[in-house]
């Protein structure tokens, strides 16, 4: 990561379902983990602390602090996305460039911001008021979405890189969200890569998707398709980040399967096999 001393390699995204094959996997480099699903009273869950004892690094990754959301981030999410991130001693966290609350409600689900300034200026905000509670650098992803607000201002890429300037904080960049959205705008995803600051990467998202009623959805729970992997290294051919991560979240393939995903994205980025 940007900033750090660690070279995460090839991680992947620790689900309980695959608890006991991310254990047995000799070249894992870093998981990461849902922030919610762990306690920040401690004590640290044994799975992951088995990890941490062979030296694999685990980095808590927020889904609801809506930080794109009009009101402030709710200050005990805060306190206990920090609080994850000591106990694990996590080199950073990410969060999403998104809301999932309003007026009270919510949505269960990661939404899309409108692109303008206002939006920039509410993130900025609550990425303000999260940063202040942490020991540790800020990681934020974009997000996939299926559409655009009819009011937007800046293109995708604008805007992720006024809202990084604002906030100083790093980018999780998801290279399955960034084809998704090229692809559904008939837009060229290398093109949309080459405006993004990949200086600014802390680590990245690798996923499967599948195309349905002629839209590519970011499903997670299909193969990582080629296209995602030769934007992987086209990625990796402008600025190698520091890490790149496998998230499945269900319809999970047999272990040799999920073996050679991991290896595969280790191949397209240059890096050793990590089994």
């Known amino acids: 990561m ?65 930080l794109g959301g009009a009101d402030p981030v709710a200050p005990d999410r805060v306190a206990h996305l920090a609080a994850v991130a000591r106990l694990l001693d996590a080199p950073l966290v990410s969060e999403h460039i998104a ?23 509410a993130v900025a905000a609550n990425a303000a008021r999260v940063r202040a509670e942490l020991d540790v650098p800020l990681a934020l992803e974009p997000i996939a979405a299926l559409f655009d607000w009819p009011d937007d201002e800046m293109g995708e890429a604008d805007f992720i890189t006024e809202i990084l300037e604002r906030t100083g904080a790093l980018l999780l960049l998801d290279v399955a969200n960034l084809y998704a959205n090229a692809r559904n705008r008939g837009q060229d995803p290398v093109a949309l890569l080459d405006r993004l600051p ?45 890490g790149l991560l496998l998230e499945r979240d269900g319809c999970y393939p047999p272990a040799a399967q999920l073996r050679a995903e991991l290896d595969a994205i280790a191949a397209a980025a240059g890096y050793p096999r990590i089994t």
């Open 2 to 66: 940007t900033g750090t001393t660690h070279r995460y390699g090839v991680g992947i995204g620790w689900r309980p379902e695959i608890a006991g094959l991310v254990a047995e996997l000799p070249g894992l480099r870093f998981v990461e983990v849902v922030a919610e699903w762990v306690r920040g009273s401690g004590p640290v869950p044994d799975c992951l602390a088995e990890l941490r004892a062979r030296g694999v690094a685990v980095v808590p990754h927020g889904v609801r602090l809506s």
């Open 198 to 242: 990949l200086e600014r990467v802390a680590y990245a998202h690798v996923a499967g998707g599948a195309e349905r009623g002629g839209l590519y959805h970011d499903t997670h729970t299909d193969p990582v398709p080629d296209p995602v992997l030769e934007l992987v290294a086209e990625l990796c051919a402008r600025h190698r980040p520091p």
């Open 99 to 121: 809301f999932v609350r309003a007026g009270g409600l919510e949505a269960g689900h990661l939404l899309p911001l409108p692109r303008t300034r206002e939006a920039v200026a």
